[in-house]
């Protein structure tokens, strides 16, 4: 494993200080209510399912190979429909809003890293193209030279061709770029299971800091152990067809 800063010694100031505080709070709540999910010719991987999401949560989803906790979390922002009940943003259905709106708010980091032809720096600025997003203004290049010094990419330069990097660099890549947007909440989905232990405990922390002092909310499916340090985290247990809220944990520096 590459070798990097403690997570102690990182001046997370004025990186935290480029992302925006979630605007209007939008949505305040998102509700699974009585879900289901099956694929044709396949049996239901769930059914029954209620989850209540208050921005600002951090919620980690486990469970078994097979569950369906990565077809669980693409219902949030609508990547997947439900087959039975409804999922609801602030009572409303998402089947029946704006899914460009519903995916800015809810933005997603998938387990297998996209990244598009061109600059490492092209690919942190590229959601700020679209027009949802051109309200704000892209963060200066010192500022994303900050960002890939704090996830161990120090040896990255912002006009490498990042098609080239590794998975791991990959995937450090979009979880920035997802964040600098200034979602509303994050949907993880396995988010470090391509990091070494020293990256993965970079990128912990800082969704840790982002969920505490930015209020951006959490929902990360792992296979790997998480002790959180400051956060206020809830456990959810996917498994044959139930999802079960264990004990919510604290941060031993909380």
């Given at each position: 494993a590459r070798g990097g800063p403690?997570?102690?010694?990182?001046?997370?100031?004025?990186?935290?200080?480029?992302?925006?505080?979630?605007?209007?709070?939008?949505?305040?709540?998102?509700?699974?209510?009585?879900?289901?999910?099956?694929?044709e010719g396949k049996p239901p991987l769930f059914a029954g399912l209620n989850l209540t999401i208050d921005s600002g949560d951090f919620i980690l989803i486990q469970g078994p190979s097979g569950s369906g906790k990565s077809s669980l979390l693409r219902l949030l922002n609508r990547l997947q429909d439900p087959t039975t009940g409804d999922v609801l943003v602030d009572g409303a259905s998402t089947a029946e809003g704006d899914i460009t709106r519903l995916r800015r708010a809810l933005a997603w980091v998938q387990q297998t890293p996209v990244v598009i032809d061109g600059s490492v720096a092209d690919n942190l600025t590229w959601a700020f193209g679209f027009d949802i997003a051109k309200r704000k203004s892209p963060p200066d290049r010192e500022t994303l030279r900050g960002w890939l010094d704090a996830v161990l990419m120090e040896d990255v330069a912002l006009d490498d061709d990042a098609s080239v990097l590794s998975v791991g660099q990959q995937q450090r890549l979009s979880i920035v770029r997802a964040l600098l947007t200034g979602p509303t909440l994050l949907l993880c989905d396995e988010p470090t299971s391509a990091l070494d232990d020293a990256s993965r405990e970079i990128v912990q922390d800082w969704l840790e800091r982002v969920n505490i002092e930015k209020g951006i909310g959490v929902v990360m499916v792992t296979h790997l152990p998480f002790t959180p340090r400051r956060a206020r985290v809830r456990r959810l247990l996917l498994e044959a067809g139930s999802l079960i809220e264990q004990q919510s944990e604290r941060g031993a520096e909380a």
């Open positions: 403690k997570v102690t010694t990182i001046d997370w100031t004025p990186l935290l200080a480029h992302l925006d505080r979630p605007s209007a709070l939008w949505p305040k709540k998102i509700e699974l209510d009585d879900v289901g999910l099956q694929f």
